[in-house]
Structures are given as C-alpha cells and as structure tokens.
C-alpha cells in the first residue's frame, strides 16, 4: 500500500458516525440485498456485478475466490463501536446503513457513512450501544481520493 492510501485509511479512521434524527425510523425489510451485522461478525460481502451495479449482497465466510468483495468487521473496541470495511472492488462502493439500538425494535439510519475506496480500508464508529447494523442500497461510483 502507498503512503498516499495508507494516509487516507488512517484520516477515515477517525470518522465517527452519528444516529439519524429521532422518529426518522426506517424498515430494513424494503431494501433489497441488505445485509445484517450482529456485533462481532466478521466475514465478507460479495455481490453480482452488472456494469456499475451490485446485487445480491451476501455476508460468506468462505469467501468464493472468483467474487470481489468487502471485507467486513464489527466489533467493540474500548470505548467505541467500529465497522472496518475492506474495498477489494475496483471501484469505490457506497451503502446506506440503519442500526437497531440495544433493547429496541425499531431501526434507524444512520449518517456520515464515508465510500469506502477501491483497495482502501474504511472505518466508522459509533458510541451508542448498536445490538445490529444493517448495510444496504450498495452501489459502485467513480470516487477517487482527493489529494
């Protein structure tokens, strides 16, 4: 990895990522190929590319060697939640993501989710205490880092 993409991994690493407005509630179940993270998964998700497009997410992990991927890890850090993910697509992904807090039903979407770049890793955070996060709306663009 180059310095330049490795400086990059580090400033996204301080990204954090905060709750959505209260009663922005939103049903996961309307999006297709979402993908649920219990805390401390890890595994990758891989799609079927079409072009720009990517469809059916599926968290393996066994990854199929022939798919590009995420690769992907929640997990409890000391004082934070954090999702790493790791871009081997060759282009930068976006995705939209909701959580379900700790002893709650309902879901809701989060903000500040960052592309994670081609060949890059890519954090968010949180402090709230997130019992799942879901990862949807997946989608490849022409992002590039600023330098």
Known sequence: MNALKLIAAFA?????????????????????????????????????????????????????????????EFKKQPEFLALMLKNSLPNALRYRAAIRLKGRKGYFETSLIVPVMAGLLSYETWQDPIEELILFEFKLTDEKLKQ
Do not use: M, N
Request: hydrophobic share 35%; glycine share 10%.
């Open 12 to 72: 996204l690493l301080g990204t954090s990522a905060s709750l959505a407005a209260p009663g922005d509630q939103i049903d996961p179940k309307e999006y297709k190929d979402s993908v649920s993270l219990l805390l401390g998964t890890q595994g990758t998700i891989q799609f079927k590319q079409e072009g720009d497009k990517v469809t059916r997410a599926t968290l393996v992990q066994d990854p199929d060697q022939k798919l590009q991927g995420i690769r992907v």
